[in-house]
């Protein structure tokens, strides 16, 4: 006749086998789906299609020092009644003016990934063809330790194709290109200067545009970083 073990004997032997197992577990990396990382000090870390796009939001601020143009701080809507309204940074259409900002990139970023800048914009009045405002980014970014290097400028030429321009006040949106994310990491620093290219060829558009907001999509593969300074 088989031998059987006391209850309390299966029950000693499952917790020890629960226990291994945590110890394997405890010891190493854990992956779900071959996307998904619970590392081995808990940290949780997304790979491949579980990366997600986040925004960095940007606040320009504009100045008349420097030999800087600011654009004019102009008003936009109000409640159709005579409230206060509120205002925008509005660009001419003929002078170069410039905003300035310096923002650091999160420590959810994943390093070494490409940055997507791009500008949300509106109009006073008429409307854009889709081409004919160019929107410029002049900037320098760098690493924590690294040198900052003369600027670059990027354009940004064209509204995004998911939106169709029909008329005045409308939302619009251009994308700069990418820019390089190699050897950047957690904590990186750009410092930019953003303008309205009237001195661009395809800037052909007459009348004055507004400055809804800037921001760069960044991607993220955890939601901090295990130490201060380093990923």
């Avoid at 905003?99 to 009045?125: C, D, E, M, R």
């Avoid at 064209?158 to 990491?185: C, E, K, R, V, Y």
């Avoid at 060829?201 to 300074?229: C, P, Q, Y």
Wanted: aromatic fraction near 12%.
């Amino acid at each position: 006749m088989p031998h059987k073990y006391p209850h309390n004997m299966k029950t000693l032997f499952t917790l020890f086998g629960v226990m291994c197992i945590a110890l394997l577990l405890n010891a190493q990396e854990v992956k779900i789906n071959n996307d998904l990382v619970v590392e081995a000090d808990g940290t949780v870390r997304y790979e491949n299609s579980a990366t997600v796009f986040d925004d960095l939001m940007v606040y320009p601020d504009a100045t008349g020092k420097g030999g800087s143009n600011p654009p004019t701080w102009t008003f936009f809507k109000n409640n159709g009644s005579g409230s206060q309204g509120v205002y925008l940074w509005m660009f001419s259409s003929s002078t170069e003016q410039e905003v300035y900002f310096t923002i650091q990139l999160p420590h959810s970023y994943k390093v070494g990934s490409n940055i997507y800048p791009h500008i949300h914009w509106t109009t006073a009045t008429g409307t854009p063809s889709g081409s004919d405002v160019v929107w410029s980014l002049e900037y320098t970014i760098v690493a924590i330790g690294g040198t900052f290097s003369n600027t670059t400028t990027i354009n940004a030429t064209n509204i995004i194709a998911a939106i169709t321009p029909t008329g005045t006040h409308q939302h619009l949106i251009s994308s700069f290109p990418a820019i390089s994310g190699t050897g950047l990491g957690i904590s990186t620093v750009i410092i930019g200067r953003l303008y309205r290219n009237v001195n661009h060829a395809s800037d052909t558009f007459a009348n004055l545009v507004g400055l809804l907001g800037f921001d760069i999509h960044f991607e993220k593969d955890t939601d901090g970083s295990r130490t201060e300074f380093n990923k």
